[in-house]
Structures are given as C-alpha cells and as structure tokens.
C-alpha cells in the first residue's frame, strides 16, 4: 500500500511497532462544521439547566456508571441529564434510574438526528465510555463551544481533549467521574473558560482541513 492511514495516535504507534509498519498517516476524522452549527440553531423543548450524554445504550458507553456517577455528584436538584440514544439496554438503565430515585430528573430522549440543538444549549457534554476510537460526538460539541467530561479511556478522549482548556479527562471510575460531574456544575468560571476555547481547539477537525490531509496523501 502506497500509505495506511491511522485514525488516532496511539493507532499509528501500533501499526508502526507492532506490524513495523513505515506508510503510516494519521488523519483525525472530520466534522462538518458548517453544517454541525446551522442544526444547531434549531429549538428544543428543555428550559432548564442541563448535562448532555449521546450514545448507544450498549455494555461499552457505561451509561450505566454515568447514571450512578450522577447520583453521587447529587446535582440533580439544580442540572437535569439529558440521554440522547437507543439501545439494548435501555429497560436495564431505565430501572437503575428509578432505583436511585431520579425518574424526574433523567431524561431518556430516544434516537435523535440533530444532536446538535441539545449540544449548544447545555452546561456540558459527558462521556463516560469504557472505550473508544476516536469520538466525534466530542469534536462537534466542542466546535458549538459545548465543554466536555470524559473518562480517560484507551484511545480517542485522549487526543481531543485538552486537560482545564476545553474540558477535563476522568478516571474510569464513578467516583471519579462523579467528582468531574460535580466540579463542572458547581464552577461556572470554569465552564465559561471551557466553552470560549472549544471551538478553536477542534478547527483542525474541520471538514475542509481533513480532505486536504486526504489529497495529501
């Protein structure tokens, strides 16, 4: 092959050492920004302060540590989550909800095509995956200036986010994760500072510098 192209960092270090690869490239995904804020633009239905979760409700997003993670932070009287996904494991989540009392305050959205709305009108955007590749959910809200809490997961969180600059990375623990909940909705300051240096901190994600790195190549 003329060249192999690596989605993330830490991919191209393991094409390179463990298949003693010399062709590799990487190029991150890209995201149409244009397009992200313009959807962006349409109304919700919320009017009330609240954290962001988008995924498929599968074993490998830990939707389930997020639900007792937020538990633990107990800002629930104060931010409401906000579930964006489908999945097979939605009953299971919906009865842990309801274990912990917070069928009031967690709401399961469904499938939604236009993220984006929701991204641009919350505090912040949460991840709480076991792992990923390389999270676009991530790039698109921060490009809408939406921060971001992720646990620190082999691979992509790693390389998007930029510790106290555009958002925090976690263990992969609740109480770690529940720490980071609460921090970033009881420090406003924080969150401010967050959200004005999101969108600068993805440009390179755009759609437009990306098909240059693929003409490149």
């Given amino acids: 092959a003329r060249a192999v192209v690596a ?3 830490s991919m191209q270090v393991k094409l390179e050492t463990r298949l003693q690869l010399s062709n590799v490239v990487r190029i991150y995904n890209p995201v149409m920004t244009d397009l992200v804020h313009q959807r962006a633009k349409e109304s919700i239905a919320i009017n009330t302060p609240f954290i962001l979760a988008v995924g498929r409700l599968n074993r ?5 540590r ?3 993670a937020y538990a633990k932070a107990e800002v ?3 931010c409401r989550l906000v579930i964006l996904g489908e999945g097979e494991l939605r009953r299971e989540l919906e009865q842990q909800i309801q274990t912990c009392g917070l069928q009031d305050k967690i709401l399961f959205l469904g499938y939604e095509t236009n993220p984006y709305k929701y991204m641009t009108r919350a505090e912040y955007l949460v991840m709480s995956s076991d792992t990923e ?3 676009v959910v991530l790039i698109e809200a921060l490009s ?3 921060p971001v809490l992720s ?3 082999p691979s992509g969180p790693r390389e998007i986010i930029r510790e106290g600059v555009n958002g925090l990375l976690v263990d992969l623990t609740d109480d770690a994760l529940a720490t980071g909940i609460q921090r970033l909705c009881s420090d406003i300051k924080l969150r401010e500072r967050l959200s004005r240096q999101a969108p600068s901190s993805v440009q390179n994600n755009d759609i437009r510098t990306v098909a240059n790195a693929w003409l490149a190549v």
Avoid: Q, S, V, W
């Avoid at 490998?60 to 389930?64: G, T």
């Fill in 76 to 78: 629930a009287e104060h």
């Fill in 133 to 135: 590749a390389y999270p």
């Fill in 66 to 68: 997020l639900i007792a």
């Fill in 60 to 64: 490998l997003k830990r939707f389930d």
């Fill in 144 to 146: 809408l200036g939406c």
């Fill in 151 to 153: 646990t620190d997961c």
């Fill in 7 to 9: 989605l993330t960092n």
